[in-house]
């Protein structure tokens, strides 16, 4: 029979960013997947009975594929701006 343990011991892991990466891989995962699969669908079928506008479709339909492409527009961005910081300028020819 193994003891269990103390409340005052010390979690094995960190606890903070173990919750943060659950709630991160929560809301961009399956939720967010159909969060934006069921909002493109009531958009599509308010579209065509004449009720919404198709600027505000199409800004439902963007904010889908920002929201699921984040971590690429992330990276994408990142390096961009590691090349702007770590880039040397030209010296001035005389």
Do not use: E, H, K, N
């Not at 967010?32 to 199409?58: E, K, N, P, Q, Y």
């Amino acid at each position: 029979m193994a003891i269990a343990r103390s409340l005052f011991d010390a979690p094995p892991s960190a606890v903070l960013p173990a919750s943060v990466d659950w709630l991160t891989g929560t809301l961009f995962g399956t939720v967010a997947i159909t969060l934006c699969v069921l909002a493109v669908a009531f958009v599509g079928l308010v579209l065509m009975s004449g009720r919404m506008a198709i600027r505000d479709a199409l800004r439902v339909a963007i904010a889908c594929f920002v929201l699921l492409g984040a971590s690429s527009i992330a990276g994408g961005l990142r390096i961009v701006a590691d090349q702007a910081v770590y880039a040397t300028p030209a010296s001035p020819q005389q």
